[in-house]
């Protein structure tokens, strides 16, 4: 179960890793964000390759980072926008539907597709969701499902979480075809690399926000890139859908933060729903 451990710690760092993408999402836009996450884990992560064995790479590793490396760097830009316009507490818990996406992705790409238990941990997950607006019940059936995808946030939390669903798998492919640390390094630097004249075309001002907001942005490097070793280290000894699912956990972290960081405000629901969505990851671990 080691590998339960190394998921934990990675739904852990990845929750401290929102809270300062938060707070800098106030004095800047999410290109900025976005590219400052890859380059500030960079600058930690690069060291370490210098006592790592560089593996020989073939042409899978290749297209999975071309592939995985693209549609991560879209996620990233998706995700900033999600937490940016709505609530922490709110949008991170959208992102526990990855485990439902990967449903329909892991079988194709690997071949893996949890058991029973596994499903029923998936049901647990949508319930969850609509547990959280659960008081928009009264309009109609389906209506916390409705009131979720209304709201700017969530909606584009779900399209992160759909698109994390495929590159998990390129991931697996990656770490597979390297080493964990190699293929975070890779993906990182693929990423800060493609993201610069995306970031210097949109935004204004980009460098010096950068180096006004070190203090927030250098942290948030440190997270992210410690969740992401965790997480490749993770799925290189599990299937992915199960990795994915524990570090799911983080949306709890995510909601108290929320509040109490943030005051934002609907905790008793959005706890219970959150709470019942990590049931759900734990029914998906235990099959």
Do not use: C
């Amino acid at each position: 179960m080691v590998w339960f451990i190394y998921a934990f710690l990675t739904a852990f760092f990845e929750s401290m890793k929102d809270v300062f993408s938060k707070k800098s999402l106030k004095d800047m836009d999410e290109y900025v964000v976005a590219w400052s996450l890859t380059f500030f884990s960079l600058v930690f992560l690069l060291p370490m390759l210098f006592f790592i064995k560089i593996p020989t790479l073939t042409s899978q590793f290749w297209i999975a980072l071309l592939i995985g490396g693209s549609l991560n760097l879209v996620a990233t830009v998706v995700f900033m926008k999600a937490i940016k316009h709505s609530d922490l507490s709110l949008t991170i818990p959208m992102i526990t539907f990855t485990p439902l996406f990967l449903l329909i992705t892991s079988p194709i790409m690997l071949g893996e597709f949890p058991n029973l238990m596994g499903l029923i941990g998936v049901i647990l997950i949508v319930m969850g969701a609509y547990i959280m607006k659960l008081k928009h019940m009264k309009r109609g059936l389906f209506a916390p499902f409705r009131a979720l995808i209304k709201e700017k946030g969530p909606r584009l939390m779900l399209l992160v979480a759909f698109i994390w669903s495929i590159t998990s798998n390129f991931d697996k492919i990656g770490v597979m075809n390297s080493s964990p640390m190699f293929w975070v390094a890779a993906t990182g630097l693929f990423m800060a690399i493609v993201m610069l004249p995306v970031m210097l075309f949109k935004s204004k001002n980009s460098i010096s926000n950068i180096k006004s907001g070190y203090k927030v942005l250098i942290p948030m490097g440190i997270f992210g890139v410690a969740s992401s070793i965790f997480q490749m280290t993770a799925i290189s000894m599990t299937l992915v859908a199960y990795v994915i699912s524990i570090k799911r956990t983080s949306a709890i972290m995510s909601v108290l933060f929320g509040h109490f960081l943030f005051k934002e405000k609907g905790l008793k629901e959005r706890l219970i729903g959150v709470v019942i969505m990590v049931l759900g990851v734990v029914l998906i671990t235990l099959s």
